[in-house]
């Protein structure tokens, strides 16, 4: 599925979280999006808000901003942990990570 079709023409709501219990810490995540994806003092990644708050409860969720679609759905495809999963909030379905169709 390409960037456009995940977007769409109406550019579809999504949204990213990280399954802490499968990341690695390799920090990839954060090199392509550093405004969405931080490393914390235990070592691991974790989304943050769009007011730059690390989100560290289980699950926890935050928003793609459109502009950084592309690096966001970089980081899912190359984590080796296979941790990031991005998902539209319509039906949250996953559209990239280890759970995309």
Same mark, same amino acid.
Request: hydrophobic fraction near 35%; glycine fraction near 12%.
């Given at each position: 599925m390409s960037v456009q079709q995940v977007a769409g023409a109406d550019g579809e709501e999504l @949204?990213?979280?990280i %399954?802490? %219990?499968l990341c690695t810490g390799d920090g990839i995540? &954060?090199?392509y999006a550093p405004e969405v994806f931080e490393l914390d003092i235990d !070592?691991? &990644?974790y989304v943050k808000s769009a007011? %730059? @708050?690390l989100l560290q409860g289980? !699950?926890?969720t935050t928003p793609v901003p459109l502009p950084l679609l592309t690096d966001v759905i970089d980081s899912a495809k190359e984590?080796? !942990?296979e941790c990031i999963h991005v998902r539209r909030v319509s039906d949250r &379905? @996953?559209?990239f990570g280890p759970d995309a169709e």
């Open positions: @949204e990213v979280w %399954d802490q %219990d995540c &954060a090199q !070592g691991l &990644a007011d %730059d @708050e289980t !699950g926890a984590c080796p !942990g &379905a @996953e559209v």
